[in-house]
């Protein structure tokens, strides 16, 4: 199929133009592109970034998604609310979202196949559903779409940074202000690819933090997210001197409290327009046990 670039849409980015053009989420459509599934002007283009122009020739043969060949898995699973449309489920901490290197069951998805019944296709057939993520070792809420329209509309609503998503953390150290914003980008770790990391030239993030309760030697904090980057708050509070406490990736070597299981991040608010009936959604999750637990241990009184 072959689209013109008119005046109406000259000068934007090509995964702009192909998200735009056939109904795709613009992360999927860059990932496309640099498949080399895109061709301009009978050319393969790899560069997502590409400025298209009036009288450009845009030519994409959408392939339908395929359904999804990971494996349902009989897991528990905590759904906090479903229509036909989408689903909030709970993700406990030490469970990965979809299947990857070193995880190729077990996941959210595998466990999404078994209770679910339907899942969008967009995400393709290794992140069926998936709309957001969040990390292995954080719990809390999760937004999963069930049929591609859905998908799509939610996804919009991410990148316009519509979708309310709200942290509770511990962090290491006592904080000197009550509340602040971090306003930093965040890239791949220049010397170390596993890691992300304050960079210049990196993805524009920015996260408002707000002092829950000041506790031994440590902070209880709310963290808003206005962008959705990878580990965004963990590299956030850590630019500030207060890592989440138990983070392995982000923490100092020698954790002033033995905690295990990673770190005491928890997803506890998510917000958003339904996709079909525009109304407006909002979730709320307690954190598990093991937050609950240091919470209390390191309460001052």
Known sequence: ???????????????V??????????????????????QVNGVVQTKAGLIVKTGDEIAFEPREARPAHVEAQDIPLSIVYQDEDLAVVFKPSGMVVHPAAGNYDGT??????????????IGGEIRPGIVHRIDKDTSGLLLVAKNDKSHLALSN????????????????GRM????????????RHPSDRKKMAIVKGGREARTHFEVLEELNKATYVKCVLSTGRT?????????L??????????????????VEGGQLLHAYRLG??????????????EPEERFRVWLKKLKLN
Do not use: C
């Not at 000197?176 to 890239?187: C, E, F, M, R, Y």
């Not at 001197?241 to 033995?258: N, Q």
């Open 1 to 15: 199929m072959i689209k013109s670039v008119d005046e109406s849409n000259s000068g934007v980015r090509l995964d």
């Open 17 to 38: 133009f192909l998200s735009d053009g056939w109904e795709i989420t613009r992360s999927r459509a860059s990932a496309l592109i640099k498949e080399g599934e895109v």
């Open 108 to 121: 959210l998805v595998n466990a999404l196949l078994m209770h679910l019944d339907g899942l969008s296709g």
């Open 157 to 172: 609503q991410i990148a316009a940074h519509d979708i309310e998503r709200a942290y509770q953390a511990i962090l290491i």
């Open 176 to 187: 000197k202000t009550l509340s602040g914003d971090v306003d930093a980008p965040i890239g």
């Open 231 to 239: 580990h965004q708050i963990r590299v956030h509070m850590a630019s």
């Open 241 to 258: 001197g207060h890592p989440v406490l138990g983070d392995p990736v982000y923490g100092p070597k020698k954790s002033p409290y033995p």
């Open 272 to 285: 958003f327009s339904h996709p079909t009936t525009g109304k407006t959604m909002l979730f709320e999750a």
